[in-house]
Nanobody, 121 residues
Framework: QVQLVESGGGLVQAGGSLRLSCVPS????????MRWYRQAPGQQREWLAA???????SYADSVKGRFTISRANVENTVFLQMNSLKPEDTAVYYC???????????????WGQGIQVTVSS
């Protein structure tokens, strides 16, 4: 079953903005780490951003200053705000959390389904 549902992708002009959302299943009861990745065709998966439970964030150099990871209490939603988008940002974006569900003995990785972001020049 789907554990993380992503939304907010689409087509945008260079210089524009998008905000991706990642909504965990209601069965997720504890989240330790939140991350965003992306993968462009023919390239390996690239880590973009992370946030720990204490709010500490970190970013890849390729997106630092343009992308922001954040969270909300409502539905434990994780966001990725993407500003000043460039054509090279075109990729499939994935939400990833280290979390426990009600059926889990301990924490494990959960992944979103992936959403396309296309930036035109």
């Amino acid at each position: 079953q789907v554990q993380l549902v992503e939304s907010g992708g689409g087509l945008v002009q260079a210089g524009g903005s998008l905000r991706l959302s990642c909504v965990p299943s209601r069965t997720i009861i504890s989240i330790a780490v939140m991350r965003w990745y992306r993968q462009a065709p023919g390239q390996q998966r690239e880590w973009l951003a992370a946030m720990s439970n204490d709010g500490t964030t970190s970013y890849a150099d390729s997106v630092k200053g343009r992308f922001t990871i954040s969270r909300a209490n409502v539905e434990n939603t994780v966001f990725l705000q993407m500003n000043s988008l460039k054509p090279e940002d075109t990729a499939v974006y994935y939400c990833n959390i280290v979390a426990r569900a009600v059926t889990d003995i301990g924490p494990r990785d959960y992944w979103g389904q992936g959403i396309q972001v296309t930036v035109s020049s």
